[in-house]
Each structure stands twice: as C-alpha cells, then as structure tokens.
C-alpha cells in the first residue's frame, strides 16, 4: 500500500512539474508585451497613421488604360490622376477639376470648321473639342524611370537582362527620380488606348468618339510588326488627330460627334497621364522576364504609390513624398455638417501615411478580423449580417448591440447599379415585340415578387426597380410618379405590386389561361439560364419557380456553367437570364444604352443582353445621350422609360443597398460610389484603435490550462497503474 | 540501383506526357480560348478585335491538338497543345495568360507551402507516432479504448471544421494567434502555428490509428517475445525494439510525400490567405489560366514521380533485404 502511494506521489509530482513549467513558460510570454498576441502587424505599427483593409481578389491589370475592375479602381485610383474628379461629398454626383485647372467646355464646329453655339443640332456638329490644362508644378512619385545621373542622362534606360541579374523588384534600384507633369503625359496616355499591345477595354468605345483613334490604331498594329518582342514604341512619334499637346501644360482632345458623356471618361484611369519614359523603362530587356512590368507597378502623380505589390499577401500603399496636397473639400449636401463630415475642410490631405490591404479570400477570418479591430471598415456577408444588423419596428437597418457596444458605425447607401430579370427579346415565345408577347412578359413581371426576393435572399440589402435607372442618377424619378404602372400602383404612401389575378388575366390575354395555352392546352414552359449551380443556388432558383407556378408557368432552370452561360447570351440562345450593370459614370445614357438596338449581344456583341430592339426608343436614345441635364432631357428620359416599361424585355429587379460597417476610429466616411480616389480623405485615430485593440484581444488562458488539467487527470490512473505493473514482483 | 533509377525516369516521360494530354483536353473542353480571353481582359465592353488579338499573342489562335491546314511535322507542333507542352520537359514553364512569369512565381510562393508544410510533417509525425506508441503501449486499456473511439470521431470530421473551429476557438475567442494572414522572415511565425496545429490536429485521428496498427502488428512478433523474455522492459521493448522496426512503413510511407510538400494544401493556404502553391493553382483555375494550371499540374506529377522513385531508394537504405534490380 505504502509503495502504491508513493508512485502515485512520484507520478502526480513529476507530471505537476511539467505542467507547472508549461504554465510558467506561458505565463512568462504573456508578461513579455501587453499587446495582443493575434495581432497580424508587427507591433511597432500600432501607433502609426495606417489605413487597414481587405481585399478578396487580386488585381488582374494595374496599368491605367487596361484596368476597368472596381477592385483595381482601389489601388489606381489613388496612384493614377486623370484630368477630373467627382466632388467628394456633393450630391447628386458632381465632377470637378483634379490635375485639370478647371473642367474643359466643349467647343463644337461644323463641317467648315465654323464655331458653332452650345446647343447647336447634333447634326450639324462635324467635331468636338475639349481643351484640358492641367495645374502646373505637379511632380511623379519617386520612380528609378526618371532616375537620371549628374549629366542629365537617364541611369536606367539602358538595361539588359546582365544588368538586372541582381534585380528583383522595382526597389531594388538605388535610384529615383521624378518630374514635372506635361500635357504630353494625357495625350501619351490617350494614344495608349490604340496600342496593339496594351488591349484597353474601351478602345472600341473610344475609337467611334476620338478622331482618328481607329487609324491610329492600325497604323500602330503596322508598326508593331517591325518591332520585335516587347520593344518600345515611342508613340509621341506617331500623330494622333483626336488628342494634341498645345503647350507644356495644355492639350487638346477632339471628338468626331458630340458626347457630353466624355466628360465622366476624363474623371476614369483611362484617361491618367503616362510619362513616355516609364513605358520605356519597363519596355527594356529582361524587365518582363522579372514580372517588372507597367501592369505591376504602376507610375502617377496622386496622393500614394504602390510600395509593396504582392496580391497574394498584401497590397502596400505609401503617401507619395512629391504630392502637391489637396484641400479636403469644405462644402457638402445638408446634413454634412451636422455629421461632421466639414470638421476637415481645407485642411490639406491625404491624412494617412500608408495604407495595407491584405489578401483575405475567405470572409470568415476576414469579418472576425474586422470584430477585432485590425481592419478598419468591412462590408457585410450574409453569414455575419445577422450578428451586425437588425431591422427595427419601421424597416430601418440598425447595428446589434453587439456592434453598438464596439462603437461599430454602419452607412447604407441604394448603389448606382441595377440587377434584373432579362427576356431574351429574341426568342420566339417570351420576346419579340408582339402583344401576346408583351403581355405575358408584363404577367411575369407582376408576378415575380421582388420585395420577397429582396427580403429573403438579400437580407432587406436592396430596393426594387421601377425602371432602368437607379435612385441618384439624373433621369430617377422617386415617389408616385416615379412607380411603374405596368406593376405597381400606389397605396398611402408606397407603391404596391398588382394583384396575382391582374397578372393572370394579362396572362389570359397573352393565350395562357391558367398557364395554359389556349389553342393545344399545354402547359407554359419557360426557361432561365443561369451560370449559377449547386446547392448554394438552389433555394432561389426553388423560389423563382414557385413564382412562375403562382401563374401556372413550369420554368425550367437550365444551370450551365459560366463560359456556356456566356456563349448561350451571346448566341442568343438563353430565354430568361439573370444579369447586373453597374454604372461607369451618372448618366441615364449609361443604362439606357444597355437597351439600345445597335448593341444588342447578338450581331453587334454589345452589352444589350435581352436583345431589345425598338425604334423609337433608339431615336430617342440617340437625342437624349447628348442633350444636358435639363427639363427637356428629362422629359425624353420619361418617354423612354415609358416605352421599355410598357415593352418590358426586363424584369427590373432592384437596385442593391450597399451596407458598410467601419470602426469609431476611421474618419471621413461617407459613401461615394462614383468616385475611385476615396483614400485620401481617410482619417484615422491610431490611439483610439490601440486601445480598443488592446482591449479586444488579450490572450484567454485558461481554456488552455484546464484541457492541460483534463489530460493530466485522464492519463494519470493509466500512468500509475503502469508503474505499478513494471514495478511489481512475479513472486 | 543506378540502372534502376534511369529506367524509372524514362518510364517517367510517357506518365507526363499522358497527365498533360489528360490536363489539356479537360481544360479545353471546358475553355475555348475565347473564353479565357473574356476572362483576362474582363467582360466590359470587350469587342472581338480585342479577343483574336490577345489569343494570337499567346498562340491560342492555333488548333489545339491537331494542324490540317499545316505541312508535315507542323500539323502536330504548330497546335496549342504542342507549344505549351513541349517546354515543360525542361522545366521552362513559360508566362501566366495575364503575362507574368510562371516559374519565378513558383519559386517565389513555394517557400509559405514550404514553411507550413515541413513544420506539419515533422510535427505531425513525432506527435503521430507518439499517440501510436501510447495506445500501443495501453492495448486493450480504457486508454486503448477510449484513444480509438476519439480517433475515429476526429477521422470523421470535415477538414473544413477543424479550419473554421480553429480558427473561431484560438484566433477569435482566445486570441492566442492570427487569425489569417502571412508575413516574410521571423514575422511568418506567428501566423504558421495555427495552420499547423490545425493541420496536425486534422491528421491525428487517421494517422494515429494507422501508426497503432503498425506497432501492434510490431509487437505481435516473435522478437519482440523474445525481448520479453530475456526480461527487457516494457518500455525498453517499445522504444528500442518496437518502434524502429515500425518505422520502416512509416518512413517509406513518408518518402513518397515529401516532393509534394513544395505544392502546399488548397484548403489551407486558401483559408489563411497564405501565399503558397496551392492558393496560386486555386486562383489560376478560377482565373480560368490555362498556363499556370498546366505547369502546376506538371510539376506535381514531375514530384510525384520523384517521390516514387525516392521510396524505393529509402526501401533499400531501411531494410537490407531490399534490393532495386
């Protein structure tokens, strides 16, 4: 018995040891720093005026005439200045000078090159101009592409793969440089668009508005097959009709037709300056083969640089050491002021030094990360909208008192952007532009219900459409006179859709009684196509048939994958479909475009993807796009939302609610959702986000310790009774 | 052995070749290189200029298996399977559809799928084989017992749970370490221990009980008897006896994997934003990059192979009776 008790004593007091060293060791660690331990910056940062956030999908193109990704804008946006840029608290959106001393007017000529008034026919407007002069004195961030030695001769222009055999990165270069803006620099740009090798998204687009862009385009292709590999095309050689320098600080574009739209273009990265001798540096020999590329890093004037471009890790952005400054802006729309969204005015920006993205691809450590303070703003997926917002007795969104108690702030803002229901116009049962046809599309559209949809699958994050253009956008018309009658109707004080037995009597008109048609009695069979699968998609793909079957329509989902989805609507294959725009610029020309004939996906390959086709709305079209905003355009904008409402090739769907949350320490929010370069008027709190990080995430120690205690008390009558087995004699 | 080994790599060249064949006609039967121009230069606004221009660039304007139009030999070399196989075999990987070079890629994001993976394995296995050992060493014991019920039920649980769990239970609710996230250097540290715990906690339920199998059928044997009996110790047995001759289908088993390291987990690099290989192929098929996912399906057959090969060596370095004829 003595002997039992002493292996238990020598087994509980050598295992005690252990434990007791563990703990201590633990202990010891803790005690080293009080900051927390799952802070993913290094410590020395905490204090530090940096700007953290996320981003979930690597950038695909950071040169500024081949981005057109919102998830690029974040980064070029910053780095990049075209001429204008949109007022950042002003609303309805406003575009005002950014390297442009003020915004250019348009000059329009005839044919003879004759002065022609302001509201002159379009007709009779043979060219366009828009002289631009920048600001004089603006200087491109530090760049080894300027780096030039004492005798004014570029250091870097002469590399060759042996040159850079010790060459990594942009950083590695122990030079840099800079210079002064030019007007060159916009026309250089401009010229890019038509660069056999730089693919520009819009070069199309432009090609039918720029002079001579097209030509220009050719005879650079031709040009190109001279040239070998990657070599350099100095395209300040070369003239460009639409775009010319006038002096150091002036440059010309002419138009072959007027477009007031163009305006918004000049406010987009397209329309950035390019210095010639970055395109140089980054064109020389073995460059490419480093991954140091003009696509990589980019080259600009704005407020920030890219310091660290590593997308799978982390996106660095540093104040850019030869900005000029800029004022923050010192008027905004009622309520500003109240919201101390003035306290900054003309105080010169940007306020933060440097701004992080870090690669989170799944928003899981990304939304616990933000909860933890160590990302300053985060948006909302619907796994965590329920634990951030709830919805009060009147509809309003509010924060959860768990939000509240971490002095969490939530702005909503309807985005300039549209997601519908399309019919292919094409197809010879739900399109076309007969009555039959018209009015089972007007059916459908009672019928599906979208203040459910809305409800169920977008967590209340959306408002539904009355027509193409969203709330914001010149053209919206809210309140009574705004609804849509083919749909809604008003009641009190809100639009109410039709009764299910006004969308079946339509559809009895159509010659569908009960979903049936009337001449062989067959069941309506109507098809969506959809890119989405699996069983994520399921239950809104179960509710849209149960939306159909209210009218006794079988609607078969036809999920197919992406690319197929693609081929199907540029075929015109597809029946219904569903699809998004999401707005370029403010314009009501730039939703109404996505109906006009001439771009229909079929034959034209353009971005109408129902096909529709009608010709007086197109006239129409044409008189609106380039009217001003005015009484007059207003009117034409109701005649056209009348036609496509009465028409109905979409289903309006509704216009998405974004909702973004961001800490008490992040300054100067307020959503803009046309503007790219939001990053300079950022301010944040560093002492404020110390403190509550600290706060938020000491390290809890005494799970750890108690699953210790578990395993030491599971182990030990296993561990004794052992010692007691190799310790007992046979006899 | 040498003559052994030269036969496995030429054996070698047939498997690629077959894997690259098989990787090509999946890819493209579910891209057209239309569709994969559409996705590099983004879906707004593209016309078809733009389109035949970026796939003559990177030679998708050709057929893809087979050249009618073209003169003898071309008819096979002047296809896209062709030029984009061809330099594999010399490792030369070529450029990503978006431009970038794809084997200074890989040999810059190898080193995160390095630094999570070699830490798991080592750790892994001693923590494996230790588990092993003890439920060995407790056979037939409530510890036995009660140890392969938990293996079991660790076994049956989603890889996934143990990511999200993990990270809710020690980032989020202890706070003991990043929740996701990578740095370079020393800095990488804090943000490995909690994939690698997770991925060693994940394998224990399979490998322990594997491991356990390994010792007892050890332990079975008539040597092992004869140790008793000449009145070693139970743990003498074990440590000295049991556990080096266990470790010979340990190790082999081992061998075959180690290449495979360089290529990272999918999952996990994906879940804690880590700048591996595996993250890189996710990305690549998502981005629909037919050149990144051919060199990456390429290398991980090329490791394979070499992990084939380096098993049969370690069969005849472990065990004397092997020999490589």
Known sequence: ?731 | MISYILRRIAYAFPILVGVNIITFVLFFVVNTPDDMARMQLGMKRVNDAAITKWKEERGYDKPILWNSSAESAEKITDTIFFQNSVKLFVFDFGRSDSGRDIGHDISQRMWPSLAITVPSLILGLLAYISFGLTLAFFRGSYVDVSGVILCVIMMSISGLFYIIGGQYLIGKFLHLVPISGYDTGVNAIKFTILPILIGLIGGIGASTRWYRTIFLEEMGKDYVRTAKAKGLSETRVLYHHVLMNGLIPILTGVVVILPSLFIGSLIVESFFAIPGLGSYTIDAISRQDFAIVRSMVFLGSVLYIIGLILTDISYTLVDPRVRLN
Request: proline share 7%; aromatic share 12%; glycine share 6%.
């Open chain 1, 1 to 731: 018995m003595t002997k039992h008790i002493k292996i238990i004593k020598r087994s509980i007091s050598e295992y005690s040891a252990i434990s007791l060293a563990f703990l201590c060791l633990l202990l010891l660690c803790t005690g080293c720093d009080n900051s927390p331990w799952n802070n993913p910056y290094p410590n020395q940062d905490s204090a530090k005026n940096i700007y953290y956030d996320s981003f979930s999908e690597r950038p695909k193109h950071l040169d500024p005439v081949s981005s057109y990704s919102s998830n690029e804008y974040v980064f070029l946006g910053q780095i990049y200045e075209p001429p204008l840029q949109y007022h950042f608290l002003k609303r309805p959106y406003e575009l005002i000078p950014l390297t442009a001393t003020g915004l250019p007017k348009p000059q329009y000529f005839d044919k003879e090159g004759k002065l022609l008034e302001e509201d002159a026919n379009p007709e009779n407007i043979d060219r366009v101009k828009y002289k631009v002069s920048i600001k004089p004195d603006i200087l491109y961030q530090p760049h080894p592409a300027f780096a030039k030695n004492a005798s004014g001769k570029y250091l870097y222009h002469d590399l060759n793969a042996k040159k850079l055999s010790n060459i990594h990165s942009l950083s590695d270069f122990d030079t840099v440089g800079t210079r002064k803006l030019l007007a060159i620099d916009y026309v250089y740009q401009i010229k890019r668009m038509a660069h056999p090798r730089v693919h520009s998204p819009i070069s199309g687009l432009m090609a039918k508005y720029i002079l001579g862009l097209d030509e220009f385009a050719a005879k650079l292709s031709a040009v190109e097959k001279d040239k070998p590999g990657s070599s350099f095309i100095d395209l300040n050689d070369y003239d460009l009709p639409g775009a010319r320098v006038i002096d150091d600080t002036t440059f010309e574009i002419t138009l072959s037709q007027k477009y007031p739209q163009f305006l918004y273009w000049l406010s987009m990265s397209f329309f950035a300056p390019m210095p010639w001798e970055a395109e140089y540096f980054y064109s020389q020999e073995g460059m490419t083969e480093k991954n140091i590329t003009l696509d990589w890093y980019p080259v600009g004037t704005g407020p920030f640089m890219l310091s660290e471009n590593n997308p799978n890790l982390r996106m660095v952005l540093e104040r850019n050491p030869n900005f000029r400054g800029e004022a923050f802006p010192s008027e905004g729309e009622s309520g500003d002021q109240e919201s101390g969204l003035l306290a900054d005015a003309g105080k010169k920006m940007p306020f933060i030094d440097k701004a992080i993205y870090s690669l989170e691809k799944e928003s899981i450590p990304a939304w616990n990360k933000f909860l933890q303070g160590y990302y300053d703003t985060s948006g909302i997926v619907s796994d965590s909208f329920d634990q951030a917002v709830q919805f009060n007795l009147q509809g309003d969104a509010e924060l959860t008192d768990e939000m509240q108690e971490k002095g969490i702030r939530l702005l909503t803002a309807v985005t300039t952007s549209t997601s519908y229901m399309g019919f292919n116009m094409a197809d010879e049962v739900i399109g076309g532009d007969s009555e039959r046809a018209r009015l089972l599309r007007r059916a459908i559209s009672i019928t599906v219900d979208y203040e459910e949809y809305i409800s169920i699958f977008a967590n209340g994050r959306g408002k539904p459409a009355q027509g193409p253009i969203p709330p914001g956008i010149f053209g919206n018309v809210q309140g009574e006179t705004g609804i849509n009658p083919y749909v809604y109707q008003w009641q009190g004080d809100k639009p109410v859709r039709h009764s299910i037995e006004q969308a079946k009597e339509l559809l009895a008109q159509a010659g569908y009684p009960d979903g049936r048609d009337k001449i062989n009695g067959k069941q309506l069979v109507l098809n969506l196509d959809s890119p989405a699968a699996g069983p994520g998609s399921k239950a809104s793909f179960d509710w849209m048939r149960k939306q159909f079957a209210k009218l006794g329509i079988n609607l078969v989902i036809r999920a197919t994958d992406y690319n197929r989805f693609q081929e199907k609507m540029r075929k015109g294959t597809a029946q219904i479909f569903q699809w998004g725009w999401n707005a370029d610029y403010p314009d009501p020309e730039n939703f109404f475009f996505l109906l006009y004939g001439p771009n229909a996906k079929i034959g034209h390959n353009g971005e109408n993807a129902a096909n529709y086709k009608n010709a007086e709305f197109d006239e129409l079209f044409n008189q609106m796009k380039s009217m001003s905003n005015s009484t007059e355009r207003q009117v034409v904008i109701d005649k056209m939302v009348e036609i496509v409402r009465r028409d109905a090739p979409w289903l309006w769907g509704f216009h998405p609610v974004g909702f973004s949350l961001h800490h008490q320490w992040y300054k100067n929010a307020k959503p803009n959702l046309m503007a790219n370069n939001k990053l300079k008027y950022k301010r944040i709190e560093p002492r404020l986000r110390t403190e509550n990080r600290t706060l938020w995430n000491q390290p809890v120690w005494w799970p750890i310790a108690l699953l210790i205690i578990l395993t030491i008390i599971l182990l030990l009558p296993a561990i004794i009774s052992y010692r007691r087995k190799e310790t007992e004699s046979i006899l």
